[in-house]
């Protein structure tokens, strides 16, 4: 418990030291839920195939065109087996090893609507895997298509003659790219992901329409994910888990949050989780066997959240196969 009191007060002082102003990407609350949404390195980490559905909707009963994202997304590892037969020229059949079980892959097919702006599209992800001794150190590539689009139904403008008016309902294709990395021990972890590599330009319309939107630029993203897991002495069935994420945009706005989780016998976990922006959610968790079943709920006491009925977030996820025997201290809630 020392090692809680010493480390929250840096993750508090880092998050609060940080303010965000303005993110492109979607955000989640139960980041700790599934971090290959944020981190390609996570993909196959634990050796298991996971699905993994999301849905999220922000500022309930503000207006009927808020903030939401779906998605489904995939992973898994390529396990290597013991031995392999092989059989040479001679017809003589020789015992090899095969691939050390480094490679895991991952796919997420999304729809994201913000306001007018609609995102749609997949990402497939390439992660390899190195043992350090006990711990793993994780590398992840991903490369992102996905058609850009502003909603003729949802943009209302001012100004009819507004340059923008040309590329209303008009849609085009990025291409995006990103990378992460993951160090992870029996006990904590930390990782770093850069999204929007490419800050691609989205140009949407033909030239001349273009001009009205040039400042419509991707900006790249960074995330810095870490957390701890405790088990008091007094009890082997509960577990304290620390963690916190921070968002850092090109123009320097930062978000953060900062959660205190506890996990009751591996199977119910509870929650709170601090945002920068002013926001408190609550969290809640449910295994059954191999299937996960996550809430989480947001109000915020300042700014649009405090006119709405808060955001709302539900995530379902799905473990196939046993854990490998050098993975099975990854199988974390």
């Given at each position: 418990?020392?090692?809680?009191?010493?480390?929250?007060?840096?993750?508090?002082?880092?998050?609060?030291?940080?303010?965000?102003?303005?993110?492109?990407?979607?955000?989640?609350?139960?980041?700790?839920?599934?971090?290959?949404?944020?981190?390609?390195?996570i993909a196959g980490y634990d050796g298991r195939t996971i699905v993994n559905l999301s849905a999220r909707k922000q500022w309930v009963g503000f207006s009927d065109n808020t903030p939401q994202t779906a998605l489904v997304s995939a992973q898994t590892r390529l396990l290597?087996?013991?031995?392999?037969?092989?059989?040479?020229?001679?017809?003589?059949?020789?015992?090899?090893?095969?691939?050390?079980?480094?490679?895991?892959?991952?796919?997420?097919?999304?729809?994201?609507?913000?306001?007018?702006?609609?995102?749609?599209?997949?990402?497939?992800?390439?992660?390899?895997?190195?043992?350090?001794?006990?711990?793993?150190?994780?590398?992840?590539?991903?490369?992102?298509?996905?058609?850009?689009?502003?909603?003729?139904?949802?943009?209302?403008?001012?100004?009819?003659?507004?340059?923008?008016?040309?590329?209303?309902?008009?849609?085009?294709?990025?291409?995006?790219?990103?990378?992460?990395?993951?160090?992870?021990?029996?006990?904590?972890?930390?990782?770093?992901?850069?999204?929007?590599?490419?800050?691609?330009?989205?140009?949407?319309?033909?030239?001349?329409?273009?001009?009205?939107?040039?400042?419509?630029?991707?900006?790249?993203?960074?995330?810095?994910?870490?957390?701890?897991?405790?088990?008091?002495?007094?009890?082997?069935?509960?577990?304290?888990?620390?963690?916190?994420?921070?968002?850092?945009?090109?123009?320097?706005?930062?978000?953060?949050?900062?959660?205190?989780?506890?996990?009751?016998?591996?199977?119910?976990?509870?929650?709170?989780?601090?945002?920068?922006?002013?926001?408190?959610?609550?969290?809640?968790?449910?295994?059954?066997?191999?299937?996960?079943?996550?809430?989480?709920?947001?109000?915020?006491?300042k700014g649009i959240s405090s006119y709405s009925y808060g955001s709302h977030e539900i995530t379902i996820a799905a473990k196939f196969g046993d854990t490998a025997r050098?993975?099975?201290?990854?199988?974390?809630?």
């Amino acid at each position: 418990m020392k090692k809680l009191l010493t480390i929250i007060p840096i993750l508090l002082f880092l998050n609060i030291a940080l303010r965000s102003e303005a993110q492109q990407l979607p955000r989640f609350s139960q980041y700790y839920f599934n971090e290959f949404l944020i981190n390609p390195a996570i993909a196959g980490y634990d050796g298991r195939t996971i699905v993994n559905l999301s849905a999220r909707k922000q500022w309930v009963g503000f207006s009927d065109n808020t903030p939401q994202t779906a998605l489904v997304s995939a992973q898994t590892r390529l396990l290597k087996h013991p031995f392999d037969i092989r059989t040479k020229r001679s017809g003589q059949r020789i015992y090899e090893k095969r691939s050390e079980g480094r490679v895991g892959l991952g796919a997420i097919v999304y729809n994201d609507q913000n306001g007018a702006i609609h995102r749609t599209g997949a990402q497939f992800t390439y992660a390899y895997h190195i043992f350090v001794r006990d711990n793993q150190l994780s590398f992840g590539l991903t490369g992102n298509l996905f058609q850009y689009r502003i909603s003729k139904e949802d943009a209302v403008l001012k100004n009819p003659d507004d340059p923008l008016n040309g590329v209303i309902g008009k849609s085009t294709l990025v291409p995006d790219a990103a990378l992460g990395f993951n160090y992870m021990t029996p006990k904590w972890h930390v990782g770093f992901a850069a999204t929007q590599l490419f800050q691609s330009n989205l140009k949407i319309g033909n030239n001349a329409e273009f001009q009205a939107t040039d400042d419509l630029r991707l900006r790249r993203h960074y995330f810095i994910l870490a957390d701890y897991l405790f088990e008091p002495v007094s009890s082997t069935k509960w577990q304290i888990e620390p963690s916190t994420i921070l968002n850092l945009n090109e123009r320097m706005q930062v978000q953060a949050d900062i959660t205190l989780k506890a996990i009751y016998d591996r199977k119910y976990s509870f929650g709170l989780s601090a945002r920068t922006t002013g926001d408190f959610i609550v969290l809640l968790g449910l295994r059954y066997k191999d299937y996960y079943f996550g809430y989480s709920f947001d109000y915020g006491l300042k700014g649009i959240s405090s006119y709405s009925y808060g955001s709302h977030e539900i995530t379902i996820a799905a473990k196939f196969g046993d854990t490998a025997r050098r993975f099975r201290w990854l199988d974390r809630y």
